[in-house]
Antibody, heavy 119, light 107 residues
Framework: QVQLQESGPGLVKPSETLSLTCTVS????????WSWIRQPPGKGLEWIGY???????NYNPSLKGRVTMSVDTSKNQFSLNLSSVTAADTAVYYC?????????????WGQGTLVTVSS | DIQMTQSPSTLSASVGDRVTITCRAS??????LAWYQQKPGRAPKLLIF???SLESGVPSRFSGSGSGTEFTLTISSLQPDDFATYYC?????????FGQGTKVEIK
């Protein structure tokens, strides 16, 4: 059974960089796309972007310029960096897997981690 | 970018009711649409993929239909465990977009 677990600071100061890592267990990063999604408190889901196990990426245009994703296959982890954060970036951040080796539906999700942007 | 619009935003229904949620895409996405269920404090759960394929383990009272720009999620007989928020998501264009969500409440 594939499991995903987000980790990282729960509090980030405005203008700083939000950094999260997703650790995958019970399966390999290889041959899959891996996504980040966020959900502001009380609001809907927003796709942030995805990274292929080889390192190719695609980001939500609304966040382009601030988002960077990376992958470490040796640790079975992938990461999200979001720069110049503001209070609007306060959200629960989820990592998830695209099923089937292409950009598809998201079949496995992490439990989510709340990141608050505040001084 | 492809925009996804769900309706209604909130739906009040009773146990046993037939419930239908609509999702419209701003351009054709063929059948590249998924539906998720989310309960408070939990991650979304995949229900339907490729517009009408039922995810393994999901009760058969859930069904999806549609193609192109208009899609529906139907719950044939609403059960107490089904009160939740439902999201559609397109994955047609090597990007993804979620609808804004439909909250199914107890009437």
């Amino acid at each position: 059974q594939v499991q995903l677990q987000e980790s990282g600071p729960g509090l980030v100061k405005p203008s700083e960089t939000l950094s999260l890592t997703c650790t995958v267990s019970g399966g390999s990063l290889s041959s899959y796309y891996w996504s980040w999604i966020r959900q502001p408190p009380g609001k809907g889901l927003e796709w942030i972007g995805y990274i292929y196990y080889s390192g190719s990426t695609n980001y939500n245009p609304s966040l382009k310029g601030r988002v960077t994703m990376s992958v470490d296959t040796s640790k079975n982890q992938f990461s999200l960096n979001l720069s110049s954060v503001t209070a609007a970036d306060t959200a629960v951040y989820y990592c998830a897997r695209d099923r089937g080796g292409t950009v598809t539906e998201l079949d496995y999700w992490g439990q989510g981690t709340l990141v608050t942007v505040s001084s | 970018d492809i925009q996804m619009t769900q309706s209604p935003s909130t739906l009040s229904a009773s146990v046993g009711d037939r419930v239908t949620i609509t999702c419209r895409a701003s351009e054709s996405i063929s059948s590249w649409l998924a539906w998720y269920q989310q309960k408070p404090g939990r991650a979304p759960k995949l229900l339907i993929f490729k517009a009408s394929s039922l995810e393994s383990g999901v009760p058969s009272r859930f069904s999806g239909s549609g193609s192109g720009t208009e899609f529906t999620l139907t719950i044939s007989s609403l059960q107490p465990d089904d009160f939740a928020t439902y999201y559609c998501q397109q994955y047609n264009s090597y990007s993804k977009t979620f609808g804004q969500g439909t909250k199914v409440e107890i009437k």
